[in-house]
């Protein structure tokens, strides 16, 4: 007869003991899920982690606008022993109305309402997922950080720089717009692009995210 070894206790900062794997909390969501089973979080919701150190904010679900490429991510920093909180945004699609291609009357405008502000200002470092629009990517990250004063890490589907997010007064860790120009509070530290909505973040793509998420928890102490 072998005996097997008892499992590990761990403490947590909160006080709670855990029996082998770490135990992720996630208060969900704000209504019944879409889809085949529930599966995709409707506009509205916000998943709380236990700390909010890192909030993905992720675009209204919709034919266009797939959420999937987020569950991916979070799920990999979760497994990273990385704290996150998620939010859904309830007007994520199309553009802010001051960008120049927004719609006149024939479609969404983006937007962000006072709650979701506060609910954003809760985490210490934001994860932005956007598109394929670059027009549209660099104007809804000046509408959010035009509110928070966070650092902010953009993934998106489009290829942009910080110099895309410089010219419309957003500013950036490399690239500062003009004085006169700045148009945000917060500050965009990070990008990581060709991450494709609707489909399953590739191995190497999620190796990316963490080259670049990695030194900012380490800049600003978050874990």
Do not use: W
């Not at 006072?114 to 994860?127: F, W």
């Amino acid at each position: 007869m072998t005996l097997q070894k008892p499992l590990k206790v761990r403490q947590n900062p909160s006080g709670f003991e855990h029996f082998g794997r770490e135990t992720e909390v996630v208060a969900c969501r704000e209504g019944m899920g879409l889809g085949i089973g529930g599966g995709m979080a409707q506009r509205g919701t916000f998943a709380e982690a236990q700390r909010s150190d890192v909030l993905v904010l992720a675009m209204s679900p919709g034919r266009r606008h797939i959420t999937k490429p987020v569950c991916d991510i979070t799920t990999a920093l979760r497994k990273e022993r990385i704290q996150v909180s998620v939010l859904v945004l309830n007007s994520g699609a199309g553009t802010p109305p001051d960008a120049p291609s927004a719609t006149r009357g024939m479609g969404p405008n983006f937007g962000i309402t006072g709650r979701e502000v506060q609910q954003l200002r809760t985490a210490k470092l934001l994860i932005l997922h956007h598109g394929n629009i670059r027009s549209h990517v660099v104007y809804k990250v000046r509408t959010i950080l035009r509110y928070v004063d966070l650092p902010a890490m953009v993934i998106c589907q489009a290829p942009v720089d910080f110099e895309d997010f410089a010219k419309v007064g957003v500013k950036t860790r490399y690239v500062m717009p003009k004085e006169e120009d700045i148009m945000t509070e917060g500050t965009v530290a990070g990008i990581v692009s060709g991450i494709i909505r609707g489909q399953a973040c590739p191995k190497a793509k999620l190796n990316e995210i963490f080259s670049v998420i990695n030194p900012l928890l380490e800049e600003y102490s978050i874990r």
